[in-house]
């Protein structure tokens, strides 16, 4: 089953824009991690932000996590074209042992 | 260190055959998942093994199964192939510690025909 759901669904910017996609989950978690997967491709492990952290950095990649409101962040600043491509959330619950992905957002950078 | 490693990157398969899918974790880590990826039913657990030992299951028939060798490699069977099996198949390795972090190969693209 999925926990998470990321928002939107898709998303078209310019480079140089910045990229916002949220993600909502249904139960308590231990962390959230944040994946890239370019066409068809494997998944890109991004960032790993902890149930006790709300704001985490990497390069030009800003999360934020809100635990009251069980949802997260992924900001893309200064986006490029070589972004382009589906970005998933994921949690294990507390109670739970295996990744819950949500469905993804797809980016598209536009030069 | 390198990365996860899948073999092979491409298979096509008849419906009826059954087919075998390797994962080489990162080195030292010790636990390795699966996944299957559809577009109608997005990412899925399959299992996960730990030291030789298949530590947790996800919802999927029997025809599905694995296993995991000393050297912390993995392997996963799916027997009697349907073409609902078609799929990108994603083997993770996680580090060791207390916050799951999974890292990805770049899949098994499986094709039932």
């Known amino acids: 089953s999925q926990q998470g759901e990321e928002d939107p669904q898709a998303l078209s910017i310019q480079e140089g824009e910045n990229a916002t996609m949220n993600c909502s989950y249904k139960t308590s978690i231990n962390n959230l991690q944040w994946y890239r997967q370019n066409s068809g491709r494997g998944l890109v492990h991004l960032i790993l932000i902890r149930s006790n952290e709300r704001e985490k950095h990497s390069g030009r990649l800003r999360v934020t996590l809100d635990t009251s409101k069980k949802s997260s962040s992924l900001l893309i600043t200064a986006s490029r074209a070589a972004d382009t491509a589906s970005y998933f959330c994921?949690?294990?619950?507390?109670?739970?042992?295996?990744?819950?992905f949500g469905k993804g957002t797809s980016l598209l950078v536009t030069p | 260190k390198a990365g996860v490693t899948q073999t092979p990157r491409y298979l096509i398969k008849t419906r009826g055959q059954q087919v075998t899918l390797s994962c080489s974790p990162i080195?030292?880590?010790?636990?390795v998942s699966w996944y299957q990826q559809t577009p109608g039913q997005g990412l899925q657990f399959l299992f996960e093994?730990?030291?030789?030992?298949?530590?947790n299951k996800g919802n999927f028939p029997g025809r599905f199964s694995g296993r995991q060798f000393s050297n912390s490699r993995s392997e996963m069977n799916v027997s009697t192939l349907e073409l609902g099996d078609s799929a990108l198949y994603l083997c993770?390795?996680?580090?060791?510690?207390?916050?799951?972090?999974?890292?990805f190969g770049p899949g098994t693209r499986l094709t039932v025909l």
């Open positions: 994921a949690t294990i619950p507390n109670s739970g042992y295996a990744l819950n």
């Open positions: 993770a390795s996680e580090s060791s510690g207390p916050y799951n972090e999974q890292f």
């Open positions: 080195s030292g880590h010790r636990s």
């Open positions: 093994y730990f030291s030789e030992t298949q530590r």
